[in-house]
């Protein structure tokens, strides 16, 4: 008879848990639902990591990511560019509208990488990828969701611009080819607010202070497009006024592609906040620690919302799935657990309604459609973006596998969200926390992908977890997939 494993609880661990403690039971599989005392029997061990090619692994799952691929692919265009420029730009007027084009046209970039409309356009043209199309194109093609390495490194290259047009202008005005005081002033100006913006955006600085980070981010950049504004206008002023000038002020200025695309970003920054909306919001007190808003807000599938309770201080996204069960003409719901204190607040003395702006827009489990069947892990009020995936008709989604970690599952989110997910996958692993402790993430969702024969797994989840479940299955080969929180 071959022996059998019992997933025991493990404590805390870093990226590559996947030891399990054994013990000589029957040969057969037991769910949390068929057998209180042993929530999952392991027969399909968690393969041991080779050492001899650990380094490479880390390097290429861990670090050199899809993210870090594009962020290093735009870093090193730039470089190209700003050597390329600097060999061959010799004349101070074209040199410096070139510069600020570069800054412009990657400032560009970095805020048409978080337009709703790009995003979700990005994700709809993915998200058509035939089933028939070879798993390894899939694969990759499912990765869409990374583009935020775009709009980071976007950002950092534009500041880098912004220091080499400041050294320029400096130059400038000290050998006298432009001296204007307030060209300079606004350079630098402009510098420490976009250094500002970069800064506070580190992920260790962001998630320490998140609102600070947010706040910076918002205030700092209407406050740079205004200034950037009233930048190109002297600077074109100034060059028109320049000896040996041979074009008056409107027509530098019109020929500036900086002037054309600050002129697109002034849009883009607009846009979502033409489209504040204010929606009536029915609370559902599920648990001391979870809080279901139903909204009437005609959202499909599949769709992340930002709402807020002070639109000019903060704002936070939340999964939105259709409401099985409407509360006071509810069309949809979103699950919010204490995770800080907005939550806390939130789930304590709910609104009678909440803010949104600009468009919902497509999350990362929206990738799954392209796959035959797939492995959802999550923990906590994660259970919110997947019941979308859920909820839909078998013949229409992926066949799907659930591995949920949460304490109490009944007593915090209720029968109607348990049940949903029973009814999706009737051997789901719904783990107590309280009554198990902290299960070996990376060990049951193993499991069930080789029960399931599954073609991807997607954890929904805190960093944290994620990183760990994403780690452990794509450092074995296994296409995993889960949030960026780079935003």
Request: include cysteine; charged fraction near 15%; aromatic fraction near 10%.
């Amino acid at each position: 008879m071959m022996e059998t494993r019992f997933l025991a609880t493990l404590p805390e661990r870093g990226l590559e848990s996947n030891a399990t403690s054994t013990v000589s039971l029957p040969s057969q599989v037991t769910s949390l639902a068929e057998k209180k005392s042993q929530p999952l029997f392991i027969t399909y061990p968690l393969p041991a990591e080779r050492a001899d090619d650990k380094p490479f692994r880390k390097l290429r799952h861990a670090i050199f990511t899809v993210y870090y691929r594009l962020f290093t692919l735009v870093i090193m265009a730039n470089i190209i560019g700003i050597v390329f420029i600097d060999h061959r730009h010799r004349d101070n007027t074209s040199y410096i509208k070139v510069i600020s084009s570069a800054a412009s046209g990657n400032l560009f970039v970095a805020v048409a990488m978080r337009q709703d409309y790009i995003i979700n356009f990005l994700c709809e043209v993915f998200a058509a990828t035939p089933k028939s199309t070879p798993l390894r194109i899939r694969r990759i093609l499912a990765k869409v969701f990374e583009f935020g390495g775009v709009h980071s490194s976007a950002a950092i290259c534009s500041t880098a611009w912004f220091v080499r047009l400041a050294i320029h202008l400096t130059m400038s005005f000290e050998n006298g080819n432009l001296r204007n005081i307030s060209v300079l002033a606004l350079a630098y100006v402009l510098l420490l607010l976009f250094t500002a913006i970069v800064v506070f955006a580190h992920p260790k600085l962001r998630q320490k202070s998140h609102n600070t980070f947010e706040r910076i981010h918002r205030f700092a950049g209407w406050m740079c497009s205004m200034i950037f504004w009233t930048l190109i206008v002297l600077t074109a002023k100034a060059l028109s006024e320049a000896p040996g000038a041979e074009q008056t002020f409107v027509h530098i200025l019109i020929r500036l592609p900086s002037f054309w695309l600050l002129s697109l970003n002034t849009i883009h920054t607009a846009i979502p906040w033409l489209r504040l909306r204010r929606w009536e919001a029915t609370p559902e007190a599920m648990s001391p620690h979870a809080l279901r808003l139903h909204l009437k807000a005609n959202i499909a599938d599949f769709y992340t919302i930002r709402i807020s309770d002070s639109p000019l201080s903060e704002w936070h996204s939340f999964a939105c799935f259709v409401d099985a069960t409407p509360r006071n003409g509810s069309t949809n719901s979103v699950v919010i657990s204490r995770a800080g204190d907005w939550t806390a607040k939130t789930i304590a003395d709910p609104k009678p309604f909440y803010w949104t702006r600009g468009l919902p827009t497509r999350g990362v489990l929206y990738m799954s459609l392209i796959f035959r069947s797939v492995v959802v892990v999550t923990t906590g009020s994660g259970i919110g973006p997947c019941l979308n995936l859920l909820a839909m008709q078998p013949s229409t989604r992926p066949s799907v596998r659930v591995f949920w970690s949460t304490p109490n599952p009944l007593k915090t989110f209720g029968e109607e969200i348990v049940g949903n997910v029973r009814a999706a996958d009737p051997n789901a692993v719904i783990w107590d926390t309280r009554q198990f402790g902290r299960p070996d993430m990376a060990a049951v969702t193993w499991q069930l992908l080789k029960e399931s024969g599954a073609e991807a797994v997607f954890c929904i989840s805190n960093p944290k977890v994620t990183k760990l479940v994403t780690y452990a299955m794509e450092s074995r080969g296994v296409a995993a997939y889960g949030p960026i929180f780079d935003s």
